[in-house]
């Protein structure tokens, strides 16, 4: 897509918005990259500009989500926890109740909705929704702090105005509530690149978990081991999720963009460093699809945010521009601040890392391979 147009989907009535100091899940994130994003001067231009989101409503949330389930979500974020609600998810360790607990999500919801509307107008190529990506709640279900599903959400909203889309899911944890959403249909693949469900939350998404019925062979699911570096993690996109959107043909893709996934996290095992998100960008890019990418997870909140600044700063096609290069802070120094650039340091390798890490990938990439790119009529083992 040439001169393609971007859109950030942001405004100050999410900012206003905030979880207990205790919880991990901080959602002033969004904030902190808006302003940073600006520091960069990546907010301007003729090609890009920052949209207001709306609130999601009732009937949209619905879509997905039970009446009931809604109606004890707002019951406990005004105070008042049920048995019922319990029951649900709610007010767990990863699923605390507070005031924002419905607001937030539905305004993220909402903006992952803002999203979709302005892909399907045409008034945008690229959408970027940091303050989205909530994969792991259910139709009546919260789980992982996630109490809302905007993934199901926007991926339904376009799916219902006649699109094939393409959910690509790269956070650390699997995509467990997306993946339930579309198991048996095939009008919308997904595919989870994640650290196994052997050593993490939500101790699924194997690579036996590939849809039922019409949805077979549409869900996708790649588990990565614990310590998986930037070399592996291509290798495992390059080999299963490049080919599958190729041979899937999608007319949109939806991606989130977790930040768990960099080394030093403290919710998660992988080793990556950011440097991964401008190979990924550009390989989706190639496809020329629309792209509705949201947030996702990112417990490290600096690094995060310099992260998904770089994923925008390559959706605008200014890398050279705004990096002062390669070298300085990072997660190699499990650093916060803005010293070098948006990039991280390479992180070395060590070959005992190596020799525990390519032989799992590639038996799992292969296993893969062997039972979903039949059904696509795509070779196993070239």
């Known amino acids: 897509m040439n001169n393609r147009k971007l859109a950030f989907i942001h405004s100050p009535d999410i900012e206003a918005f905030t979880y207990p100091p205790d919880c991990p899940f901080r959602t002033q994130r969004a904030a902190r990259l808006r302003e940073r994003l600006a520091s960069f001067q990546l907010l ?26 809604l109606d004890e979500l707002q019951r406990a974020a005004a105070g008042d926890l049920t048995v019922v609600g319990f029951g649900m998810g709610l007010g767990g360790p990863e699923t605390h109740v507070s005031r924002d607990v419905y607001e937030y999500p539905r305004w993220a919801c909402g903006a992952t909705l803002t999203g979709a509307q302005l892909i399907l107008s045409g008034d945008a190529d690229i959408v970027f929704n940091p303050s989205g990506g909530f994969h792991h709640a259910g139709a009546e279900k919260a789980s992982g702090f996630c109490y809302l599903n905007d993934m199901v959400l926007g991926c339904q909203r376009l799916a219902d105005a006649g699109k094939r889309v393409l959910c690509l899911d790269l956070d650390a944890h699997h995509g467990d509530g997306t993946q339930e959403a579309f198991y048996d249909r095939n009008d919308v693949m997904t595919i989870s690149m994640h650290e196994s469900g052997k050593t993490l939350f939500p101790w699924g998404g194997f690579e036996d978990e590939i849809g039922e019925g019409t949805g077979r062979g549409y869900n996708v699911n790649v588990p990565l081991p614990a310590y998986t570096y930037d070399e592996a993690f291509l290798f495992a996109l390059n080999r299963i999720s490049v080919p599958l959107i190729g041979a899937f043909n999608p007319d949109v893709l939806v991606v989130e963009f977790g930040m768990d996934t960099l080394a030093g996290d403290p919710l998660t095992h992988l080793a990556l460093t950011n440097n991964v998100y401008p190979e990924i960008v550009h390989r ?99």
């Open 44 to 69: 301007t231009g003729e090609d890009r500009a920052v949209v207001a989101p709306r609130p999601a409503t009732r009937a949209e949330l619905e879509k997905f989500h039970t009446a009931r389930y």
């Open 284 to 382: 989706l890019l190639s496809f020329g699809k629309p792209i509705l990418a949201t947030g996702g997870g990112g417990y490290n909140v600096g690094n995060t945010v310099r992260g998904w600044a770089l994923v925008w700063q390559t959706f605008c096609g200014e890398e050279d521009e705004n990096d002062l290069g390669v070298g300085m802070g990072g997660v190699m120094l499990q650093s916060t601040e803005w010293l070098g650039g948006l990039h991280d340091r390479e992180l070395p390798v060590s070959a005992e890392q190596r020799a525990a890490v390519e032989p799992v990938v590639r038996e799992t990439t292969q296993r893969i391979r062997q039972t979903v790119f039949p059904l696509h009529e795509l070779p196993a083992d070239s």
